[in-house]
């Protein structure tokens, strides 16, 4: 059974960082590809950020230039450096592991406040 557990969320104000980590209970992390998504309260979950198994990156519009994705497959994680917080931010943010069938976490919360 796959696992993943995220870490790092917080309160924080508007304009500072925060690092998000997801640590997976898989066999072989290096062949999944890895991403993040968030949701916001009253929101439909959305995608933010994936790096594939190759370590090719996309990331949404909206947090593209201040979030970034990466992984250490030694360590069997992927993390998510989210710089210059704005309040839209605010959500539950989940990592998710495909390769033949997708796994998700419980979530994380970050809240940014004005």
């Known amino acids: 059974q796959v696992q993943l557990v995220e870490s790092g969320g917080g309160l924080v104000q508007v304009g500072v960082s925060l690092r998000l980590s997801c640590a997976a209970s898989?066999?072989?992390?290096?062949?999944?590809?890895m991403g993040w998504y968030r949701q916001a309260p009253g929101k439909q979950r959305e995608f933010v950020a994936i790096i594939t198994s190759g370590g090719a990156t996309t990331y949404a519009d909206a947090v593209k230039g201040r979030f970034t994705i990466s992984r250490e497959n030694t360590k069997n994680t992927v993390n998510l450096q989210l710089n210059r917080l704005q309040p839209e931010d605010t959500a539950v943010y989940s990592c998710?592991?495909?390769?033949?069938?997708?796994?998700w976490g419980q979530g994380t919360q970050v809240t940014v406040s004005s």
């Open positions: 998710t592991c495909s390769f033949s069938n997708a796994y």
């Open positions: 898989v066999t072989i992390f290096s062949v999944y590809n």
